[in-house]
């Protein structure tokens, strides 16, 4: 499908909208990587081992466990760790947007989530082109500042991520 923005697109296709939705997911997908280096840097385990306890967790339980082990740690950063991250467990809407149906009009997006149990309902999560921008941009506001205080390099994260003999081929400029 073409993206054509003109005064008959509704807002969930319009470039500036799609752009703001790949920053959200951009930055999300970020934040999972920051998130299981973090626990690898807490466990003290091997990049395998962190991998092996990470890889099947839904980011809930990594969550969690993330923040047990910083409250737990020495580590004199807690509070600049844990502030933004938990302000991003508690404002992402990251399941809203992964797993909802979209209805649009010229001037608002509608994110509709469903029950995953219990009663049927139907919750919808309304924005303005502003508003979303807004919640986008202090998503990836948020994990900038979450990355930050891990004091982490990208070389740190890239041995944590990737097999040894991947490395180079996977990280390429």
């Keep these: ?33 920051t998130t299981d280096y973090a626990i690898f840097k807490f466990l003290k385990v091997t990049p395998q081992q962190s991998h092996l306890i990470t890889s099947g967790m839904m980011f809930g339980r990594k969550a969690r466990l993330l923040v047990d082990l910083v409250r737990h740690s020495a580590d004199p950063n807690k509070a600049r760790i844990l502030g933004p991250f938990n302000k991003l467990r508690g404002m992402a ?35 303005t082109f502003q508003q979303f921008m807004d919640h986008a941009m202090s998503v990836s506001n948020h994990a900038t500042d979450f990355y930050n205080s891990l004091s982490v390099t990208k070389e740190e994260i890239e041995a944590r991520t990737a097999v040894p003999e991947m490395r180079t081929r996977i990280f390429v400029q």
């Design 93 to 127: 809407k990251r399941d809203v947007f992964a797993h909802s149906h979209v209805a649009s009009t010229l001037t608002k997006v509608t994110f509709i989530e469903h029950a995953t149990s219990g009663e049927f309902k139907a919750i919808k999560h309304t924005f």
């Design 1 to 33: 499908m073409a993206i054509k923005d003109d005064s008959s697109t509704p807002l969930a296709l319009t470039q500036p909208f799609l752009t703001f939705l790949g920053l959200f997911y951009s930055t999300w997908s970020s934040i999972d990587l």
